[in-house]
T-cell receptor, first 113, second 114 residues
Framework: AQSVTQLGSHVSVSEGALVLLRCNYS??????LFWYVQYPNQGLQLLLK??????LVKGINGFEAEFKKSETSFHLTKPSAHMSDAAEYFC???????????FGTGTRLAVRP | DTAVSQTPKYLVTQMGNDKSIKCEQN?????MYWYKQDSKKFLKIMFS???????INETVPNRFSPKSPDKAHLNLHINSLELGDSAVYFC?????????????FGQGTRLTVV
């Protein structure tokens, strides 16, 4: 069974500062990893995904994440936070195509002016 | 042009009532899902259908019954609503089982049982 742990339910950064949202996974098979963002009262939107190949993946809005098998991590980063990045971020894992996503508990990102 | 659309967006109803949430996707995907997001924002899979066939059925009360008339639609019917059913329900779809692709989510249906 897969599981996802997101450290820090709330993260606050200043505008222009580095964003780092942590995600660790547990999987008995090679995982497929995703980051989703949820803006207030909206659905989930994919930021980026790792399936195979390059371990550093780039997504929308300047976000990127690196798959580190040795650390079982898939942390999300953005060099410079923008006010519009304030949202809830979810890390998710699945073991195969068409299978369910297992989500972490989410991290709420606040961006201070 | 909405990819995954759910109706209604908001649903307020009394305990004991029966209600349905509809979901449609125009992406041509083979697989559709229902997820429940509780008040703490935790997302959990409820059901998954692939080409109208039920493939995932998590531990969900029998009062919840999904129905997929075709692969573009997955509706959720809930009988005898309880206070604890209050949550946001998300429909999602993804491509079939050949490639790992992301799931596309609808905007959610906020169900409030009073």
């Amino acid at each position: 069974a897969q599981s996802v742990t997101q450290l820090g339910s709330h993260v606050s950064v200043s505008e222009g500062a580095l964003v780092l949202l942590r995600c660790n996974y547990s999987s008995s098979v090679p995982p497929y990893l995703f980051w989703y963002v949820q803006y207030p009262n909206q659905g989930l939107q994919l930021l980026l995904k790792y399936t195979t190949g390059a371990t550093l993946v780039k997504g929308i809005n300047g976000f990127e994440a690196e798959f580190k098998k040795s650390e079982t991590s898939f942390h999300l980063t953005k060099p410079s936070a923008h006010m519009s990045d304030a949202a809830e971020y979810f890390c998710a894992v699945t073991k195969s195509s068409g299978d369910k996503l297992t989500f972490g508990t989410g991290t709420r990102l606040a961006v201070r002016p | 042009d909405t990819a995954v659309s759910q109706t209604p967006k908001y649903l307020v109803t009394q305990m004991g009532n029966d209600k349905s949430i509809k979901c449609e996707q125009n992406l041509g995907h083979d697989t559709m899902y229902w997820y429940k997001q509780d008040s703490k924002k935790f997302l959990k899979i409820m059901f998954s259908y692939n080409n109208k066939e039920l493939i995932i059925n998590e531990t969900v009360p029998n009062r919840f019954s999904p129905k997929s008339p075709d692969k573009a639609h997955l509706n959720l019917h809930i009988n005898s609503l309880e206070l604890g059913d209050s949550a946001v329900y998300f429909c999602a779809s993804s491509q079939g089982r050949v490639l790992v692709t992301e799931a596309f989510f609808g905007q959610g249906t906020r169900l409030t049982v009073v």
